[in-house]
């Protein structure tokens, strides 16, 4: 969470796995962008590690060429690229090289030796997760973890892909760095949207008497993306919707929504809080999971005018492939604030649209005391966080339409980020990497809370791998999913709510 009280202290990153597409596309547009608006310190230094044989003008061209293509502003200008490419430098070695880490470190102690101070170092790992091990116990060896204060990691996301490799990878990492040092990213707790829910809960009385089942009748959280698995059938073949955004980026959602008002904004009095809920959500039991979880995969069809093709024709996807680009889960979370609300999540790929919302639907009047006439359209309250591709929230009330007879119709209050604040959001890798900068780690994922998210989808996971999926592909791509996830919410009396923003495109086109 960026904080006005930054210490500009002198910081190296070393990124690993540098020549990669995660580097070029996100870490180092966000950095230079920190750069631009004066977020790194003066003292600032870039290590890109990677085997690929750069050299240090090859590689800092390979990242001007990312930050002209992906980043939110326009191209760089020379002047500035200028400025920010001297810190910029590369080493090409293997990852299990211990040579390489002595000269990591002697390089380390070199720049530390030409300041006033320390720097803080910042590994960063941008590699596939079979690297981690060896680069971790390589930086151990090395002496590289020893500064509890200044000797940071930070670990992408996928973190294992389930529980016992989660507990298996929290070992590795601890038996090194110390937790305080480890900073797991899940990239959509850093948009600007996502934190905004802790304001909007927490900073104003309104809300927080109505958050609970007593006013609130059900929530859903929908991300849906309208593109494929593009170049990434590789990976996404062994991840699938649940592993790849239910336990992760759903789940740290749900968090905010459900969690207990915090004390402070301490890094761990955040982190206990949303560990309670994930630990109040209700376990599926095996033999239950078809009652609370559906999965689909997405067959070939129609989105946006353009014919899209079946998972199972993307490449690097089985022709016959189990995985599901499709997830919809109903959770429960037990405790006293939210016994018996649903929590709708669904997810997936290849949808009508690409929209991430979180509707939180109010209870009905208790009582209608208008006549029948009157309250032909009229709909329950409803609270909407726009994720993305808006960027806002939206309050839905009923008002008397204008005219001599009463008739009541919904009417939405609707914030926008672009209206009210006239800027562009940072990315959220910017937002991120300037909190491990300043050793922040409240939107950073615990140990503890990565385990606890892997638990909730523990028996859904075990349950799908136990049955091969009869019906793939079982929805058309630009469609809402599988009829089993309308189903799954129908058996409750409710429905999807179709997203507002996609309501309006609607009305505009009737
Ligand atoms: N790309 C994204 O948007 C994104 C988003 C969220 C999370 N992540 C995670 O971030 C990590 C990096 O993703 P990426 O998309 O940047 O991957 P990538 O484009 O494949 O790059 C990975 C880098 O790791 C190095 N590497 C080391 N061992 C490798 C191996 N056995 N196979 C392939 N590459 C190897 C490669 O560099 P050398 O060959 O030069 O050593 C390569 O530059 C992954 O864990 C991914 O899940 C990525």
Partial sequence: MISLSLQHEPTVIMIFGASGDLTQRKVVPALYNLFLDHWLPERFALIGFARTSFTETSFRKHLREGVDQFSRRSKTNDEDWQAFAPHIHYMSADYSDPAAYTTLSDSLSKMDGEGHTKANHIFYLATPPGNVEVIVQRLGRANLSRDRKRDRIVIEKPFGRDLSSARTLNHTLTSIFDESQIYRIDHYLGKETVQNILSLRFANALFEPIWNRHYIDHVQITVAEDVGVEHRGGYYERAGALRDMIQNHLMQILCLIAMEPPVSFNADEIRNKKVDVLHAIRPIPQEQVNGFAVRGQYGDGWIQGQRASAYREESGVAPD?????????????????????????????????KVSEVSVQFRPVPHQSFPLSAVRDWQPNRLVVHIQPEEGVLLRIQAKQPGLTMRLSPVDMHFTYQEAFQVTSPDAYEALLLDVMIGDATLFMRADQVEAAWSVVTFILEGWEAVKPPDFPNYSSGTWGPEAAEALIARDERKWLLSTSLEKHKGEET
Avoid: I
């Fill in 321 to 353: 492939s189990s995985t599901e680009t499709f997830a919809a889960l109903k959770l429960f979370v037990d405790n006293w604030r939210w016994q018996d609300v649903p929590f709708y999540l669904r997810t997936g790929k290849r949808l009508p649209a």
